[in-house]
């Protein structure tokens, strides 16, 4: 018996599109048919992928990061952001944006910066893996969302290339990205600072610096990281904000049939329900008819703990 | 009857080390076996995998498109770089490095900007496939060396992750990489010029804009790119000039055996024979036991159309 795809998801149209789409698509002989080399997908991560609340992972990452620094060198809690982190302020954090990007530019540096990449990911790995998050009370890297792991599933099964395009960090997701969406590192983009090739008698060691790479990997730097990384325009895109905009619209630049779909957090009980950061990318959504998914109606089961 | 791997390439002691390397990383009974998922190849393009002399295939392009624009608007001749294309003077271009790096940037930049991704694509694509090389006579992109696409082929079948990382133009090298290596669009690597995301009517569209990305894809900056691009180190890396020696270098830094490869251009009857710019890999290349693969002794045949 071959069980029904998307388990998950409630069989309702977003899924029925979804479905038609992947149907279309593959089938050789369908008008749609995209050959495989061409059924490239995008998804963003914070809050397509995986929970974004009560904060993006990542700024929960920098602020256990500040608070061992502090507690290591008590000097540093003479510095407003170590302070906080040890004092768990988290409205000092909340504050920063947009009023402080100096500031946070600052903590972004002295938590992602100046060690070199193997430091940093064995740190990043060891947060995703032991650091619970707040309200569900798991490791923050199992705060995947069940239906998008097996729509990412079913698209490999379909010999989709699927790639995440996280505004986030790269480095920060690719140390998980293959054990939680069976997604390989290569085909993970995202923000980075600034890396350098130091020589050493040992050979190339690389070394994160402070400066970030631009543009970032968010708005209408998506793609442009995607045609630098992959070279090609996605056929399905997936997010959820309006820094996801311009992704889901250049899906609909390429010459093949295309998928675009925004997941709309509307569910308070099981996750949280928000517009805010999502208002302009929403709209658009209705004016050209992009599959807006609710997480209310369309999500049989969020979280693999619910069940 | 199975057909012996590397057809093209001598039985000598580099065509021997390639496969016992392979033999040894695939087999899961051996010690230094390598799970796929780490496989990683990447070979230079430039000297390694395409020819680059009389002078870089990309430089014809951009001497090709400066002659087409000069023609359409004769007021360009004015400028001693169209001047030169129309005239055929290459000693002019040949005269720029290192002592014009400026005159060379204005080049690249009036030739690969100030034009959309899908223009620049179907000129390099187009020039590729017709314009031919003054020696051999055959287009461009028939310049790739048999046995080096025979040994890219081998490392697929052996689920190795192949990929380009060239000093030369990532969007260049990837019109053709499909067609001609086998190897798909989102694994070449390469230098860049600046994207730009417009937002038109019609969605988001991408321009090429004068500006170099940095770092270039050569020297250090290769294994940053390497970094960005594949978040792995190779274990097996594949150059031919001092611009390589960082990527060679890197493949020894990682947890797994590793094969570190170098091509020696020394067979100036089927191809050129050269040493100017590759003097320090090849010292550091016998420091440090890399395999040196000559044209001449270990390549049974070069190219395609010797046969």
Same mark, same amino acid.
């Given at each position: ?28 002989? $369908? ?28 700024? =929960? ?31 000092? =954090? ?55 792991? @097996? ?11 699927? =790639? ?60 442009? $990281?995607? @045609? ?11 997010? $959820? ?67």
């Amino acid at each position: 018996m071959i069980s029904s795809p998307l388990p998950s998801w409630n069989d309702t149209p977003r899924k029925r599109a979804i479905l038609d789409f992947v149907a279309a698509v593959t089938d050789e002989q $369908n008008p749609n048919h995209v050959p495989p080399q061409d059924r490239i997908a995008t998804f963003d991560n914070d809050g397509t992928l995986w929970c974004e609340k009560p904060g993006y992972i990542q700024l =929960f990452f920098a602020i256990a990061r500040l608070k061992e620094m502090a507690t290591a060198d008590p000097n540093l809690q003479k510095r407003s952001a170590y302070k906080a982190a040890v004092e768990g302020n988290m409205a000092y =954090f909340a504050s920063l944006y947009p009023d402080n990007v100096k500031g946070l530019i600052e903590i972004i540096y002295d938590t992602h910066a100046g060690m070199s990449q193997d430091e940093f990911e064995q740190q990043a790995q060891e947060f995703l893996s032991t650091a619970r998050h707040p309200r569900y009370e798991v490791p923050f890297q199992e705060l995947t969302y069940q239906p998008m792991k @097996e729509l990412v599933d079913y698209l490999h099964e379909h010999d989709f290339k699927v =790639f995440i395009a996280s505004a986030g960090g790269m480095s920060f997701v690719r140390t998980v990205s293959e054990e939680i969406y069976n997604i390989p590192r290569e085909r993970v983009i995202g923000s980075n600072i600034t890396f350098e090739t130091v020589m050493t008698e040992g050979g190339p060691l690389l070394m994160r610096q402070p400066g970030l790479v631009e543009p970032l990997d968010d708005g209408v730097g998506k793609p442009v $990281n995607i @045609e630098l990384h992959i070279g090609r325009k996605p056929i399905l895109a997936f997010g $959820n904000a309006n820094g996801d905009l311009h992704m889901l619209w250049l899906a609909e630049t390429n010459h093949f049939l295309s998928l675009s779909l925004l997941l709309h957090h509307d569910d308070s009980d099981r996750e949280y329900a928000y517009d805010q950061g999502c208002e302009k990318v929403m709209e658009l959504a209705r004016d050209r008819d992009w599959q807006v998914v609710s997480m209310k109606a369309d999500f049989k089961t969020i979280f693999y703990f619910e069940e």
